[in-house]
């Protein structure tokens, strides 16, 4: 499935994103990971529970059903189960079937996040999931903030696309975030296993709009620009604007910016957005928040009018790549290869 080998999809073994942790209560919410329905809640003592959004009787959303003491009863015809997935009670039979049950995935509440593991049981490792103080979550002074939630008709390869080629934004995001030298200056690419690193060192370059509107400069600055992509769906990202050389002022902190993009496959071709921040001034968020809704509507945007034309083309069999594709590649050859991993004896 495009832009992968054919019968490729997703990463099977792999932590996504559900929900934003200050979401999970003790109400079911509904979700789609990897074309199969899940059903999110907490437990009365807080802990998170990922299970099977399937009931086996009649094939039920148990995302619509009730919950009560950790007990989900299906709303069709009663069949409850607990949070482990164990069918607890049949109504009007006291043999319960073995084959009654429902998948419980791992899931854990990490960062502002919940994750939940995708493929076996058995290889779920934690040490996997982002390190929260690498990734300025965790930074002393900083706090981190959920932003928007978003489920996009689009394949979730599209929007991942998108954030692993930041040339974009000169164009796309012009009028908010970017300057025509985030196409023209070269990355700096660097690999770690499951891990993809850029750069950008932008010197004398115009100050992007996002700078005039927050803190009311509108001279040129150096700026430093760095997205970090954790396969198989989080991209944290950042951008250091100082006074450039020459400035009375040089080499000192305009602004800083920490953003996250958690990016998960929901079905073939729809997918979960998670967009959130961390800073060291929460004023300075909520405006953010506010601002940034124009420029992650632009992206979703673009990954959606690429899928709807995929789906009146069909997959193309041949792209053009430019030179600054080559972190995108990178990100697609990653996946690619976890995948075909996957299948391996």
């Known amino acids: 499935m495009y832009p ?19 979401d ?12 199969e329905p899940v059903v999110l809640y907490r437990k009365q003592n807080g802990e998170p529970v990922a299970l099977s959004g399937l009931c ?4 039920y959303p148990l995302g619509k059903s009730q919950l009560k003491d950790d007990i989900i009863t299906c709303n069709y015809h009663g069949f409850a189960f607990d949070a482990a997935g164990v069918c607890t009670n049949i109504p009007g039979q006291d043999n319960i079937p073995s ?4 998948r419980s995935y791992p899931v854990v509440e990490h960062g502002m996040w919940i994750w939940v593991w995708a493929g076996d049981v058995d290889k779920a490792d934690k040490s996997l999931l982002p390190d929260l103080v690498e990734i300025s979550h965790d930074r002393p002074g900083f706090t981190p903030m959920p932003f928007y939630f978003h489920e996009l008709k689009a394949r979730y390869q599209l929007l991942n696309d998108n954030l692993l080629d930041l040339s974009h934004l000169a164009f796309l995001h012009a009028t908010t975030i970017g300057v025509g030298a985030n196409a023209t200056v070269p990355e700096e690419l660097t690999e770690e296993p499951r891990i993809l690193r850029s750069r950008r060192r932008m010197q004398n370059c115009p100050a992007p709009p996002v700078v005039k509107t927050t803190i009311g400069y509108d001279g040129v600055i150096d700026q430093v620009n760095g997205m970090d992509f954790y396969a198989p769906g989080m991209h944290a990202g950042f951008a250091d604007m100082f006074y450039p050389q020459g400035h009375a002022e040089a080499g000192k902190l305009l602004r800083k910016a920490q953003v996250f993009h958690a990016v998960t496959p929901a079905t073939h071709n729809s997918c979960y957005y998670f967009f959130g921040m ?12 506010e601002y940034l809704k124009k420029t992650v509507a632009e992206d979703i945007d673009a990954s959606e009018s690429i899928e709807q034309m995929l789906a009146i083309h069909g997959d193309p069999v041949r792209e053009v790549v430019k030179f600054s594709d080559r972190n995108t590649v990178r990100g697609r050859m990653l996946l690619q290869k976890m995948m075909e991993a996957e299948r391996l004896p």
């Not at 080998?5 to 200050?22: P, T």
């Not at 084959?99 to 429902?102: A, D, E, N, S």
């Not at 961390?278 to 928040?289: E, N, T, Y």
Request: aromatic share 16%; charged share 20%; net charge positive.
């Open 24 to 35: 999970l209560t003790q109400q079911l919410v509904s979700r789609w990971l990897l074309n």
């Open 278 to 289: 961390a800073s060291d001034d929460v004023a300075q968020m909520h405006l953010m928040k």
């Open 56 to 59: 086996p009787h009649r094939f």
């Open 99 to 102: 084959t009654c049950k429902l």
């Open 4 to 22: 992968f080998k054919q019968d490729y999809y997703a990463v099977r073994n792999g932590w996504y994103v559900l929900a934003f942790a200050q």
